[in-house]
T-cell receptor
Framework: GAVVSQHPSWVICKSGTSVKIECRSLDFQATTMFWYRQFPKQSLMLMATSNEGSKATYEQGVEKDKFLINHASLTLSTLTVTSAHPEDSSFYIC??????????????FGQGTRLTVV | AQSVTQLGSHVSVSEGALVLLRCNYSSSVPPYLFWYVQYPNQGLQLLLKYTSAATLVKGINGFEAEFKKSETSFHLTKPSAHMSDAAEYFCALANTGNQFYFGTGTSLTVIP
């Protein structure tokens, strides 16, 4: 099946610094990618929808200036957590659906990024 | 409105016993439904999906799910649990807007 690669798998950063997470679709094109945040023992919370060549659409309550999303190509979307704080520590997951697929095409998920802010 | 409800946040079964994870959905249009599995510190892996071709869907690792429109359900089953099945399971619904709606997840524990 299709592969979505997310990098890094885990990162530790100091409070106040910025961290960039990459999400790549390796064998298909994705006009839309999704960024989720997952707290321990909880479901995935959609943060934003990343659209190739245009601005991301953020869910209510998600700070767009803090979580910068760039979708510069059909195979790459990045999430940058700016001025990270300990409360930003979480598991971040991206997903993508094949641009050539239809409504019943499954979403493919990256392996996730464990962010720890100290 | 679209939504997914997973009954039971934690399910424990003995090794070799039947696994039943419940999922009910709400959708104003014919739904496309999915079951995903997540192992610790990993992304989600597709187990199976319902695409209206058949109501009984078989997936990987011996899992299957049956779509019941009258009950708005898409429960996941496996005849005999294996230790390696211990994980978090998510039911999801896809809409025309390319967005997925996830249930809250069910943590499956397999007791040896």
């Amino acid at each position: 099946g299709a592969v979505v690669s997310q990098h890094p798998s885990w990162v530790i950063c100091k409070s106040g610094t910025s961290v960039k997470i990459e999400c790549r679709s390796l064998d298909f094109q994705a006009t839309t990618m999704f960024w989720y945040r997952q707290f321990p023992k909880q479901s995935l919370m959609l943060m934003a929808t990343s659209n190739e060549g245009s601005k991301a659409t953020y869910e209510q309550g998600v700070e767009k200036d803090k979580f910068l999303i760039n979708h510069a190509s059909l195979t790459l979307s990045t999430l940058t957590v700016t001025s990270a704080h300990p409360e930003d520590s979480s598991f971040y997951i991206c997903s993508a659906r094949d641009a050539g697929g239809n409504q019943n095409t499954e979403a493919f998920f990256g392996q996730g990024t464990r962010l720890t802010v100290v | 409105a679209q939504s997914v409800t997973q009954l039971g946040s934690h399910v424990s079964v003995s090794e070799g016993a039947l696994v039943l994870l419940r999922c009910n959905y709400s959708s104003s249009v014919p739904p496309y439904l999915f079951w995903y599995v997540q192992y610790p510190n990993q992304g989600l892996q597709l187990l199976l999906k319902y695409t209206s071709a058949a109501t009984l869907v078989k997936g990987i690792n011996g899992f299957e799910a049956e779509f019941k429109k009258s009950e708005t359900s898409f429960h996941l089953t496996k005849p005999s649990a294996h230790m390696s099945d211990a994980a978090e399971y998510f039911c999801a619904l896809a809409n025309t807007g390319n967005q997925f709606y996830f249930g809250t997840g069910t943590s499956l524990t397999v007791i040896p």
